[in-house]
């Protein structure tokens, strides 16, 4: 099992270039999450699903669009990266529901807007 | 408005002593809490767990306390080890709408000196 995979490490952007963040999970997880980790804060919920082609909106939705077609992978999609956007992202997976099981994360895309 | 607050960024332990690292909520409607542990340059790890209907929560070397008059719930590591060094995180989510959700904390830094 390689557990969550994210692609790329890091990635650096210019201002309104857009990219797309990849997910994958092996464990064949119902949800999966992606969240963003800004210095000294801590993880901030973008989107989630909780199924193959069911998604909705986190706490900090704006400016990334998620879909899930399979239930592997939750690519992010950043539409016109700005600034604000330097962080770390971190996908997240697990069976059910985040209260009553438990979370596993990828090792995290760290990137940087210009 | 922060609602999960980890009011101590860092703290120093000798090893084989106790490290407690201590969380505050503001949500009255939060009723499950996680601590997640994470290293440099790796995704959060799930560590340990407590729903509101429990006061304390034992798992080996960890044991989480919740007091919901006081809002407060504390990580009690006993014996602490030079590998427990890590940035903890606290999160909390509740059982209505958000139970796929967590809402962290910003962390507290442990470094347990050998």
């Known amino acids: 099992n390689a557990g969550v995979t994210q692609t790329p490490k890091f990635q650096v952007l210019k201002t309104g270039q857009s990219m797309t963040l990849q997910c994958a999970q092996d464990?064949?997880?119902?949800?999966m999450s992606w969240y963003r980790q800004d210095p000294g804060m801590g993880l901030r919920l973008i989107h989630y699903?909780?199924?193959?082609?069911?998604?909705d909106q986190g706490e900090v939705p704006n400016g990334y669009n998620v879909s899930r077609s399979t239930t592997e992978d939750f690519p992010l999609r950043l539409l016109s990266a700005a600034p604000s956007q330097t962080s770390v992202y971190f996908c997240?997976?697990?069976?059910?529901?985040?209260?009553?099981?438990?979370?596993?994360f990828g090792p995290g895309t760290r990137l940087t807007v210009t | 408005d922060q609602q999960v607050k980890q009011n101590s960024p860092s703290l120093s332990v000798q090893e084989g002593r106790i490290s407690i690292l201590n969380c505050d909520y503001t949500?009255?409607?939060?009723?499950?809490f996680l601590w997640y542990k994470k290293y440099p340059a790796e995704g959060p790890t799930f560590l340990i767990s407590?729903?509101?209907?429990?006061d304390k929560n034992e798992d080996g070397r960890f044991t989480v306390f919740l007091n919901k008059s006081a809002k407060h719930l504390s990580l009690h590591i006993v014996p602490s080890q030079p590998g427990d060094s890590a940035v903890y995180f606290c999160?909390?989510?509740?059982?209505?709408?958000?139970?796929?959700?967590?809402?962290f904390g910003k962390g507290t830094k442990l470094s347990v000196i050998p």
């Open positions: 699903s909780v199924g193959a082609g069911i998604t």
């Open positions: 407590i729903s509101s209907i429990k």
């Open positions: 464990m064949n997880h119902e949800y």
């Open positions: 999160a909390a989510s509740h059982s209505g709408a958000g139970s796929y959700q967590l809402t």
């Open positions: 997240a997976s697990s069976y059910g529901p985040v209260r009553s099981y438990e979370q596993y």
């Open positions: 949500n009255s409607m939060f009723d499950y």
